[in-house]
């Protein structure tokens, strides 16, 4: 079984587009993570939640908005797509909201706006 | 704020060879610090982390780490390499008295050679 899941794995579309990414962790974690890898493969956080609750949301347009249904679900739905939302996003989920406990990665969703 | 370099953006190695990768971090009080892996087409794995107590940590797959605060340093080694291991490694620093969220560094592409 996946602990953390990530649909689709791959996601073309184009400018203007709205576009949903799905993730599910069958971990019984509290927490989740949007993480975005750009063509350079630096990795940054975007959102977290803690059992639903968003915790953290860095600097990221108002386009993009996590949505965590139950605390084993965290979709990231993309408004008005654009050139520079080309990426790796990647889902993770920890035990709790502490450093002290390993997150885990999802396989990824390569998302290539044209 | 955090922050972690990693100066080398590739290294090319040899089956059977040594590796160290190198890893220097930013923190302004005890750091938490880790080491990922991602293979082609994956999430990131957890290889070690150090909280405290032994500078040196032993991880998975055989590599190990050191903890240097006097050159802020956790680099990551392993004796022999195996053709398995190319991959791209993060070092990633955070901890309790800051964000919880870890900061990634850009990644070391491992390139090995049969």
């Known amino acids: 079984d996946t602990a953390v899941s990530q649909t689709p794995k791959y996601l073309v579309t184009q400018m203007g587009n709205d576009k949903s990414i799905k993730c599910e962790q069958n971990?019984?974690?509290?927490?989740m993570y949007w993480y975005k890898q750009d063509s350079k493969k630096f990795l940054k956080i975007m959102f977290s939640?803690?059992?639903?609750?968003?915790?953290i949301n860095e600097t990221v347009p108002n386009r993009f908005s996590p949505k965590s249904p139950d605390k084993a679900h965290l979709n990231l739905h993309i408004n008005s797509l654009e050139l520079g939302d080309s990426a790796v996003y990647f889902c993770?989920?920890?035990?709790?909201?502490?450093?002290?406990?390993?997150?885990?990665f999802g396989q990824g969703t390569r998302l290539t706006v044209v | 704020a955090q922050s972690v370099t990693q100066p080398d953006i590739h290294i090319t190695v040899s089956e059977g060879a040594s590796l160290e990768l190198r890893c220097n971090y930013s923190?302004?009080?005890?750091?938490?610090l880790f080491w990922y892996v991602q293979s082609p087409g994956q999430g990131l794995q957890l290889l070690l982390k150090?909280?405290?107590?032994?500078?040196l940590v032993q991880g998975i797959k055989g590599f190990e780490a050191e903890f240097k605060r006097s050159q802020s340093s956790f680099n990551l080694r392993k004796p022999s390499v195996h053709w398995s291991d190319a991959a791209e490694y993060f070092c990633?620093?955070?901890?309790?008295?800051?964000?919880?969220?870890?900061?990634f560094g850009r990644g070391t592409s491992l390139i090995v050679h049969p």
């Open positions: 939640y803690n059992n639903k609750e968003l915790i």
């Open positions: 923190y302004g009080a005890t750091p938490y």
């Open positions: 150090y909280f405290s107590g032994d500078t």
């Open positions: 990633a620093v955070g901890g309790a008295g800051g964000s919880y969220i870890p900061t």
């Open positions: 971990l019984g974690h509290d927490t």
């Open positions: 993770a989920s920890s035990p709790v909201q502490d450093l002290s406990t390993e997150a885990f």
